[in-house]
């Protein structure tokens, strides 16, 4: 599977984008997906994910209550809802799906394959 970010920018503070991860193969829907982030001189952090099937999300603390993972299979695409954007958000947001297809919430890195290139998210204050 290839996966393909979309929809960052520059965001005012308090800005509510949604990035998009479009997704091509055949397996996509079989896999849990999930963004990460990158903010410069930083390490790429997990920041939400979600089950194949959509049914189960969970999110890192510091962006629980603002962003919300969704997916629709049926277009092979992956949602990330941003409300409230502070400007620690600040940070290119990337999307991979599980390596596994076994039921596991996975955060790390390591855990996801399939990188797509990535979006930039740049809040202002």
């Known amino acids: 599977v290839q996966l393909q970010a979309s929809g960052g920018g520059l965001v005012q503070a308090w800005g509510s984008p949604t990035l998009s991860c479009a997704a091509s193969g055949r397996t996509f829907s079989s896999y849990a997906t999930g963004w990460f982030r990158q903010a410069p001189g930083k390490e790429r952090e997990f920041v939400a994910a979600i089950s194949w099937s959509g049914g189960t999300t969970w999110y890192t603390d510091s962006v629980k209550g603002r962003f919300t993972i969704s997916r629709d299979n049926a277009k092979n695409t992956v949602y990330l809802q941003m409300n409230s954007l502070k400007p620690e958000d600040t940070a290119v947001y990337y999307c991979?799906?599980?390596?596994?297809?076994?039921?596991?919430?996975?955060?790390?890195?390591?855990?996801?394959?399939?990188w797509g290139q990535g979006t930039k998210v740049t809040v202002s204050s």
């Open positions: 991979a799906a599980d390596r596994e297809r076994a039921p596991r919430k996975a955060v790390a890195v390591h855990d996801f394959g399939s």
